[in-house]
């Protein structure tokens, strides 16, 4: 995970742990929207191709840093229009410098 140089980090992360099966019994579902179409444009196109997303909201932090990541290790360029910018990940980066 993250940082872990709060004095409570361990407390902290404790607390994450144990959230996360109750929200997702209490109904929460993670947005994997931009996870599913950046996959789909993988599956559906040639290695070295862009691929292209347009979402009408913004793009969450869990979303802007898994695209950063799936543009390295895939070593593709990925452009997602949100409601706000493009964002053009490259390489494990952002265009937008991770500021949306």
Not at 48 to 58: D, E, H, S, W
């Amino acid at each position: 995970m993250g940082d872990k140089s709060h004095p409570q980090a361990d407390q902290i992360y404790s607390k994450i742990r144990e959230l996360g099966p109750r929200m997702k019994i209490a109904g929460y579902k993670p947005n994997t929207d931009l996870k599913l179409a950046i996959a789909f444009g993988l599956i559906n196109t040639s290695e070295g191709t862009t691929i292209r997303i347009v979402k009408n909201l913004r793009v969450c932090n869990d979303c802007h840093e898994a695209a950063k990541i799936i543009s390295k290790v895939v070593k593709r360029e990925i452009i997602v229009r949100d409601r706000s910018r493009f964002h053009i990940f490259r390489e494990g980066s952002c265009s937008c410098n991770d500021y949306w």
